[in-house]
């Protein structure tokens, strides 16, 4: 759970969720609605649970699912049960690739601006992967809802 500590937090925060931690679990709400992150005895396994006033939902997430499920949870807090992406975790090299047009300058372009300023967030030009840069992640989440959505360190 420590390497995705940070991550949550960070995703929490962007999209207007408060974190409690309670032992080893991630406790995160926004008034209305609550998620749980709870690392399992296997340390590539998490329980995630999800309440809304009407609905509660919990599911098994490995790993690469973690910030993919509760970014949808943050996102769509509606939905009846925790929904995944179907494909791979987006990866940096998806982004460049997919947005072939944009996405290097765009990253030379943030790598230039960090340098001599202080970003918290910059958004990305993207038409399938949208990219944002938030407080020194790259948040990169597929428009079509395919792949996964990943937060990378960057620079």
């Known amino acids: 759970m420590n390497s995705f500590k940070t991550e949550l937090?960070?995703?929490?925060?962007?999209?207007?969720?408060?974190?409690?931690?309670?032992?080893?679990?991630?406790?995160?709400?926004?008034?209305?609605?609550?998620?749980?992150?709870?690392?399992?005895?296997?340390?590539?396994?998490?329980?995630?649970?999800?309440?809304?006033?009407?609905?509660?939902?919990?599911?098994?997430?490995?790993?690469?699912?973690?910030?993919d499920a509760v970014y949808n949870v943050f996102q769509h807090p509606t939905f009846s049960k925790v929904q995944l992406n179907r494909g791979p975790l987006i990866t940096l090299h998806d982004?460049?690739?997919?947005?072939?047009?944009?996405?290097?300058?765009?990253?030379?372009h943030l790598k230039k601006a960090l340098q001599t300023e202080t970003l918290n967030e910059y958004r990305l030009p993207g038409n399938r992967i949208e990219a944002l840069y938030y407080k020194s992640f790259l948040i990169l989440k597929d428009d079509l809802s395919y792949l996964k959505t990943n937060m990378i360190p960057f620079p």
């Open 9 to 67: 937090a960070v995703l929490g925060q962007k999209l207007g969720y408060r974190l409690t931690y309670i032992g080893q679990k991630r406790y995160f709400t926004n008034g209305t609605n609550q998620v749980w992150i709870e690392p399992l005895e296997n340390k590539h396994l998490f329980k995630c649970t999800s309440k809304t006033d009407s609905n509660l939902s919990e599911c098994l997430l490995n790993t690469n699912e973690l910030i």
């Open 95 to 108: 982004y460049i690739e997919t947005e072939k047009k944009e996405a290097p300058k765009a990253l030379a």
